[in-house]
């Protein structure tokens, strides 16, 4: 990769919290910045230039760089792409429709104020929802087996009614989705069943059973479960929010973050060694050299299988989420009988979807960046969250806290999309190489944190992400969202095998 960019410096600065990458000289449209100077300073040379890289690719319309940014492969997670032409694989991701839920509980705060509480909750969650990378159902003593049969529904139907009601999620928790069901590039479910079918039988998919076994189970990495108390904004926007959301002052929730886990790993693998082939049969240049940078003009046959691949990876994705959910209420109503709750939202932030920005239909690509639509957008026109604009569940760290917001009219600029959480600033590598275990564990200690882990995993820790409040001072200074809630975080639910190695 040839480093074009070299610093921050070389974004032109356009107002406190916005910017712009020229790419190539001016020649194409450059990338628009999201990020307060703090913000900006952190997005490195390696970064900027894989902006640069997708922004030159062929068919590319618009890239945004949001605050969160950083390296990924071929665009940077944290980065939006638009093309009414092509689909890409590398700015979705391997984890297709890595996702956030909130679940609201009628739990006071106070009644999980004493350590014993949390624990008991964090054993009984445990008991029911693996961690770590490979792990599935029959890891756990209290998991909700999901048959092969089953999931073959569950991944070409998305959250219909009988899936949700086979596997025991209330259906009308789809209602709360971004997108409760995809389905295959013809619009239909029978698209997905086909190709999956296709997949198994030409041996393509030989662990689809294994695979589909990690429904309902967090893996490992940057996914978790947290359990969190609410902390509502003083403001009357807010407040109508807040209502209209479903979220309850000095209440506890619970925000998981979870994709579609080896089965949507298999799909994307599968997609970018078949694309690389194609691109050495067609004789044509990777776009900045770069192999997962690799591309399907639209009405291929190679882009309807990607995007059949891509909703099946999804479909996973939000039933995992709300499985996970229905499993997370089951273990309070163990601990605190008479638990209710209710899902606020879902949303994802590795996905494509079509969406018409201006007079045309495009394909947004959203890696590691999240759906912004305010209110009144006509995408919203049959939800609950026509009037507010549609909660956005924003990860920070476990001594940060987390924040639930809501789009404004200027996340346009953004083809209405926002950060997906506070972004890394230290690699895994450099985060366990320089980050103290010590101090680490210690610093959720103070401020009462609970954890599943022995030690909390270093590549993990709060240290290792952007300042929070800096990433939402940006967002908000930008005028592209304002924030409903805080939420801060009583316990935390990691890959534990990995932090006891």
Same mark, same amino acid.
């Given at each position: 990769?040839?480093?074009?960019?070299?610093s921050?410096?070389?974004?032109?600065?356009?107002?406190?919290?916005? !910017?712009?990458?020229?790419v190539?000289?001016?020649?194409?449209?450059?990338?628009?910045?999201?990020?307060?100077?703090?913000?900006?300073?952190t997005?490195?040379? %390696?970064?900027?230039?894989?902006?640069?890289?997708?922004?030159?690719?062929?068919?590319?319309?618009?890239?945004?760089?949001?605050?969160?940014?950083?390296?990924?492969?071929?665009?940077?997670?944290?980065?939006?792409?638009?093309?009414?032409?092509?689909?890409?694989?590398?700015?979705?991701?391997?984890?297709?429709?890595?996702?956030?839920?909130?679940?609201?509980?009628?739990?006071?705060?106070?009644?999980?104020?004493?350590?014993?509480?949390?624990?008991?909750?964090?054993?009984?969650?445990?008991?029911?929802?693996?961690?770590?990378?490979?792990?599935?159902?029959?890891?756990?003593?209290?998991s909700?087996?999901?048959?092969?049969?089953?999931?073959?529904?569950?991944?070409?139907? !998305?959250?219909?009614?009988?899936?949700?009601?086979?596997?025991?999620?209330?259906?009308?928790?789809?209602?709360r989705?971004?997108?409760?069901g995809?389905?295959?590039h013809?619009?239909?479910?029978d698209?997905?069943?086909?190709?999956?079918d296709w997949?198994?039988?030409?041996?393509?998919?030989?662990?689809?059973?294994?695979?589909?076994?990690?429904?309902?189970?967090?893996?490992?990495?940057?996914?978790?479960g947290?359990?969190?108390?609410?902390?509502?904004?003083?403001?009357?926007?807010?407040?109508?929010?807040?209502?209209?959301?479903?979220?309850?002052?000095?209440?506890?929730?619970?925000?998981?973050?979870?994709?579609?886990?080896?089965?949507?790993?298999?799909?994307?693998?599968?997609?970018?060694?078949?694309?690389?082939?194609?691109?050495?049969?067609?004789?044509?240049?990777?776009?900045?050299?770069?192999?997962?940078?690799?591309?399907?003009?639209?009405g291929?046959?190679?882009?309807?299988?990607?995007?059949?691949?891509?909703?099946?990876?999804?479909?996973?994705?939000?039933?995992?989420?709300?499985?996970?959910?229905?499993?997370?209420l089951?273990?309070?109503?163990?601990?605190?009988?008479?638990?209710?709750?209710?899902?606020?939202?879902?949303?994802?932030?590795?996905?494509?979807?079509?969406?018409?920005?201006?007079?045309?239909?495009?394909?947004?690509?959203?890696?590691?960046? %999240?759906?912004?639509?305010?209110?009144?957008?006509?995408?919203?026109?049959?939800?609950?969250?026509r009037?507010?604009?549609?909660?956005?569940?924003?990860?920070?760290?476990?001594?940060?806290?987390?924040?639930?917001?809501?789009?404004?009219?200027?996340?346009?600029?953004?083809?209405?999309?926002i950060?997906? !959480?506070? !972004?890394?600033?230290?690699?895994r590598?450099q985060?366990?190489?320089?980050l103290?275990?010590?101090?680490?564990?210690?610093?959720?200690?103070?401020?009462?944190?609970? %954890?599943?882990?022995?030690?909390?995993?270093?590549?993990?820790?709060?240290?290792?992400?952007?300042?929070?409040?800096?990433?939402?001072?940006?967002?908000?200074?930008?005028?592209?969202?304002?924030?409903?809630?805080?939420?801060?975080?009583?316990?935390?639910?990691?890959?534990?095998?990995?932090?006891?190695?």
């Open positions: 990769m040839t480093l074009e960019a070299q921050s410096e070389e974004i032109i600065v356009t107002g406190e919290a916005t !910017g712009i990458l020229p190539r000289n001016g020649k194409l449209p450059p990338v628009t910045v999201i990020g307060t100077e703090a913000i900006r300073a997005f490195d040379a %390696t970064c900027l230039q894989q902006a640069r890289n997708t922004a030159s690719a062929p068919g590319v319309s618009r890239v945004v760089l949001n605050p969160d940014a950083h390296v990924g492969y071929g665009a940077p997670v944290g980065s939006v792409l638009a093309s009414d032409s092509h689909v890409y694989p590398g700015p979705v991701g391997l984890d297709i429709k890595c996702s956030m839920s909130l679940l609201q509980l009628d739990v006071p705060a106070d009644q999980i104020a004493d350590r014993p509480t949390r624990r008991a909750l964090i054993d009984a969650i445990c008991a029911r929802i693996p961690t770590g990378a490979g792990r599935g159902q029959r890891s756990v003593s209290k909700r087996p999901v048959s092969a049969a089953l999931g073959r529904r569950a991944v070409a139907e !998305g959250a219909s009614s009988a899936v949700c009601q086979a596997l025991g999620i209330p259906p009308a928790w789809a209602e989705c971004e997108d409760a995809h389905v295959g013809d619009g239909t479910r698209a997905l069943s086909a190709r999956l997949l198994i039988a030409g041996g393509a998919f030989e662990t689809f059973e294994e695979k589909i076994r990690q429904l309902g189970s967090y893996g490992g990495g940057n996914h978790f947290e359990c969190e108390v609410v902390r509502l904004v003083e403001a009357d926007q807010a407040a109508f929010c807040a209502k209209v959301f479903g979220l309850r002052d000095q209440h506890v929730a619970f925000l998981s973050h979870c994709g579609s886990r080896g089965f949507g790993h298999h799909l994307a693998q599968g997609q970018f060694r078949t694309l690389e082939r194609k691109f050495e049969t067609w004789g044509i240049p990777l776009p900045a050299g770069d192999r997962h940078l690799v591309y399907a003009p639209l291929t046959a190679e882009a309807d299988a990607y995007l059949d691949d891509m909703a099946l990876g999804a479909n996973f994705a939000t039933v995992n989420h709300l499985l996970i959910n229905a499993l997370v089951e273990a309070f109503q163990e601990v605190l009988p008479g638990t209710t709750g209710t899902l606020v939202y879902f949303i994802s932030h590795n996905i494509a979807r079509q969406e018409v920005m201006g007079a045309r239909r495009v394909w947004v690509h959203r890696k590691g960046a %999240t759906r912004a639509f305010p209110a009144g957008h006509p995408a919203l026109a049959e939800t609950p969250f009037v507010t604009g549609h909660p956005i569940l924003l990860p920070g760290n476990p001594a940060a806290g987390s924040a639930v917001m809501v789009a404004r009219p200027g996340a346009e600029q953004t083809c209405y999309s950060n997906h !959480g506070a !972004g890394r600033q230290l690699g590598k985060a366990i190489r320089t103290d275990q010590q101090a680490v564990d210690e610093q959720l200690e103070v401020q009462d944190i609970l %954890t599943n882990c022995r030690r909390y995993p270093r590549d993990e820790a709060p240290a290792a992400y952007k300042d929070f409040d800096e990433v939402l001072q940006s967002v908000q200074s930008a005028d592209l969202a304002t924030t409903v809630a805080r939420l801060d975080a009583r316990f935390v639910i990691k890959d534990a095998d990995k932090a006891d190695d």
